[in-house]
Nanobody, 123 residues
Framework: QVQLVESGGDFVQGGGSLRLSCKAS????????MSWVRQTPGKSLEWVCD????????WCSDSVRGRFTISRDAATHTLYLQMDSVKPEDTAVYYC????????????????WGRGTQVSVSS
């Protein structure tokens, strides 16, 4: 079955960098788009970035564009999110998801999702 396992979340000072990873298994990795989304308590799910299956195209939300980069490695079946110049408002649980995330309202809108990894940014 599909498994998505995130790692890399940590405490980081504002202005710093962090790289999240998502190890994927159970599906044809290069055929499916994947996304990063995030959520904080009391707030709705927020789309962060998408990348298509062949990794030819990627998109990020206005709030992170220019600071975050999504990428994927077909050889290791791993999705990445490079987070640079982080801000306190980036504090959230980050989820790796199967499928495009721009229109998603909840994790159940995706084909599958991981358990999340916590990112905390201090000011």
């Amino acid at each position: 079955q599909v498994q998505l396992v995130e790692s890399g979340g940590d405490f980081v000072q504002g202005g710093g960098s962090l790289r999240l990873s998502c190890k994927a298994s159970g599906f044809d990795f290069s055929r499916y788009a994947m996304s990063w989304v995030r959520q904080t308590p009391g707030k709705s799910l927020e789309w962060v970035c998408d990348i298509d299956g062949p990794a030819r195209s990627a998109w990020c939300s206005d709030s992170v564009r220019g600071r975050f980069t999504i990428s994927r490695d077909a050889a290791t079946h791993t999705l990445y999110l490079q987070m640079d110049s982080v801000k306190p408002e980036d504090t959230a649980v980050y989820y790796c998801t199967l499928g495009y995330g721009r229109e998603a309202k909840k994790l159940g809108d995706f084909l599958s999702w991981g358990r999340g990894t916590q990112v905390s940014v201090s000011s």
